[in-house]
């Protein structure tokens, strides 16, 4: 095939878009930056310019899908608080909308798990194998936009601030629990939200009946 100009403006980030595309549709195996520098019609060594090898690229991949994924579920939990701004105060209403928020930031790691099983596969193995710092640090942005949301459950009412820790802890687990349950396909998006909903609510009953009998 003749060598076509490239005319995308930024080549690191084009080549992570057509990634992410071969990843989504063929899957881990299908990528190599032979491939993509194929795909974006530049010469074979271009993409080396910003990826040195195929470990690199997947690396770069795995820190993009740790920030988009934060910034899903920031936005869908201010979506929900920006909602309910104007209801009315009171310990009961406050708790009640830090269970929504909770459950919009699950969904919204759910909704990017169904969408994108493979990329999500790739960020916890990149995660677990002793990553880069870029991607060590956006997946504790991650990790800590988690635990802020349940900070916030201390104002609310909903549970001591002892219990923060260990409540993010199984929320997480509980949410990427269903995630994987999901994107393994067995079962589908809407029994996993509904999965998603009965985990925070019983969550939340448990820490409220821990904290109204004096456990911490």
């Known amino acids: ?10 080549l690191r980030a084009a080549l992570l878009e057509q990634a992410e595309a071969v990843l989504r549709e063929r899957g881990l195996d299908a990528l190599s930056l032979r491939e993509l520098a194929r795909e974006a019609g530049v010469s074979h060594g271009a ?3 910003h990826f040195p090898d195929r470990g690199a690229l997947l690396d770069a991949l795995a820190e993009r899908g740790f920030l988009r994924l934060d910034e899903e579920i920031r936005q869908a939990a201010a979506r929900t608080a920006a909602g309910s701004a104007q209801d009315a105060g009171g310990r009961d209403r406050a708790r009640e909308q830090h269970a929504r928020t909770l459950r919009a930031a699950a ?3 759910l909704g990017f798990a169904a969408r994108e099983p493979a990329l999500l596969d790739l960020m916890f193995a990149a995660k677990a194998a002793e990553p880069p710092e870029a991607v060590r640090a956006a997946a504790t942005r991650l990790f800590a936009t988690m635990g802020a949301l349940m ?5 609310a009412g909903a549970y001591p601030a002892a219990d923060v820790g260990r409540l993010t802890l199984l929320l997480s687990a509980t949410v990427q629990g269903v995630a994987a349950l999901v994107t393994s396909r067995r079962i589908p998006p809407d029994q996993g939200e509904a999965l998603i909903g009965d985990g925070i609510t019983l969550l939340l009953s448990g820490a409220a009946a821990g904290r109204q009998g004096g456990f911490s």
């Not at 095939?1 to 930024?10: E, I």
């Open 47 to 49: 993409p080396r310019s």
């Open 1 to 10: 095939m003749p060598h076509r100009p490239f005319h995308h403006g930024n």
């Open 151 to 155: 900070d916030a459950g201390v104002a």
């Open 107 to 109: 969904s919204a790691y």
